[in-house]
Nanobody
Framework: QVQLVESGGGLVQAGGSLRLSCAASGLMISRYATGWFRQAPGKEREFVAAIDWSGGSTYYADSVKGRFTISRDTAKNTVYLQMNSLKPEDTAVYYC????????????????WGQGTQVTVSS
């Protein structure tokens, strides 16, 4: 059974940092692309970042480029999202997702999802 468990969310002031973690079980992230998405109240789920199965390619939404970094530790089977220079508009529930091999910015391409972790950025 595949499980993705996010952690690391919380309340932070604008300009601050958080690191989200996504611990995977039931699949090996070395064979799967993993992505981070977010959903704010009343809005659709949007792409944030992704890393492909090899770890050699990363993808970012324009709104987070230069501020967020996706990485992974295959030994821990965990994917991370380092978020710096946070803004109030980054406030959302952040979800980790996985799909086989290649990264994608479309949530519809991902088969496995975590339960989400809340990130709130105060101004």
């Amino acid at each position: 059974q595949v499980q993705l468990v996010e952690s690391g969310g919380g309340l932070v002031q604008a300009g601050g940092s958080l690191r989200l973690s996504c611990a995977a079980s039931g699949l090996m992230i070395s064979r799967y692309a993993t992505g981070w998405f977010r959903q704010a109240p009343g809005k659709e789920r949007e792409f944030v970042a992704a890393i492909d199965w090899s770890g050699g390619s990363t993808y970012y939404a324009d709104s987070v480029k230069g501020r967020f970094t996706i990485s992974r530790d295959t030994a821990k089977n965990t994917v991370y999202l380092q978020m710096n220079s946070l803004k109030p508009e980054d406030t959302a529930v952040y979800y980790c997702a996985a799909r086989y091999r290649l990264g994608s910015s479309s949530p519809h391409d991902y088969l496995y999802w975590g339960q989400g972790t809340q990130v709130t950025v105060s101004s």
